[in-house]
C-alpha cells in the first residue's frame, strides 16, 4: 500500500502558481499513492495568492479518477460567490468505512494570529486490513495551540482504541 501526505499550500507551487492537476500528476508520478493525504485545500477562496477561487477538492476529483475524496474544512465561511473553505482532504481509491471529521480545538487568544483547524479520519480496507488514516495541519503560528490539538488527537485515538457496542438503529 502507497501513502502519500503532501502539504500543497493551496496547490500553490514554487513558481507561485496554483494548479491543483500538477499537484495530481506531481502525485502520481511520486507514488502513484492509494491513499493521497492533503493538507491546506481551498474552496472559493481567490483571497489565496494565486487562486482564482477554484474549487481544489472537485478538481483534484477530476483529475484523479477511481478515487473517493474525504473532506474536512477547519474554515468555514461565508463568501461573494458561497461558501470559502479551508482544510484537509484524504483521496483513496481502496475501499472506505467509517468517515469521521473532526474540528481541533482553536484556544481563545487575541495576541496570537490562528485559524480554526479540522482532521479528517477515513477507514481505509488495506491489503492487510482496515486502516485507520487521519490528515490534518496544526496550527503554525501558537505553540499553545499546537499542543491542545495534539492533545485532542491523541484523545481521539484512544477513543478509537476502544470496543464500541454497535448500535442496531438505522443510520448508526
Known amino acids: 500500500m502507497r501513502l502519500l501526505s503532501w502539504n500543497v499550500q493551496w496547490c500553490r507551487g514554487m513558481d507561485?502558481?496554483?494548479?491543483?492537476?500538477?499537484?495530481?500528476?506531481?502525485?502520481?508520478?511520486?507514488?502513484?499513492p492509494d491513499?493521497?493525504?492533503?493538507?491546506?485545500?481551498?474552496?472559493?477562496?481567490?483571497?489565496?495568492?494565486?487562486s482564482a477561487g477554484e474549487d481544489q477538492v472537485e478538481e483534484l476529483k477530476r483529475a484523479m479518477p477511481g478515487y473517493e475524496a474525504f473532506y474536512a474544512?477547519?474554515?468555514?465561511?461565508?463568501?461573494?460567490?458561497?461558501?470559502?473553505?479551508?482544510?484537509?482532504l484524504v483521496l483513496t481509491r481502496l475501499p472506505v468505512g467509517r468517515v469521521m471529521r473532526h474540528q481541533l480545538p482553536w484556544p481563545a487568544a487575541a495576541d496570537v494570529q490562528s485559524m480554526p483547524r479540522a482532521a479528517v479520519e477515513v477507514t481505509v480496507q488495506a491489503p492487510f486490513g482496515p486502516?485507520?488514516?487521519?490528515?490534518?495541519?496544526?496550527?503554525?503560528?501558537?505553540?499553545?495551540?499546537?499542543?491542545?490539538?495534539?492533545?485532542?488527537?491523541?484523545?481521539?485515538?484512544a477513543e478509537a482504541c476502544v470496543a464500541h457496542a454497535p448500535v442496531s438503529e438505522p443510520g448508526s
Open 131 to 157: 486502516l485507520r488514516v487521519t490528515t490534518t495541519h496544526l496550527e503554525y503560528y501558537s505553540a499553545r495551540h499546537r499542543a491542545a490539538q495534539i492533545d485532542r488527537l491523541c484523545e481521539l485515538h
Open 73 to 88: 474544512p477547519g474554515v468555514d465561511i461565508p463568501g461573494k460567490k458561497g461558501r470559502r473553505q479551508f482544510g484537509n
Open 35 to 50: 491513499v493521497f493525504c492533503l493538507q491546506e485545500i481551498a474552496r472559493n477562496f481567490p483571497e489565496m495568492a494565486g
Open 16 to 32: 507561485e502558481r496554483v494548479d491543483p492537476l500538477r499537484i495530481a500528476r506531481e502525485a502520481k508520478r511520486l507514488a502513484d
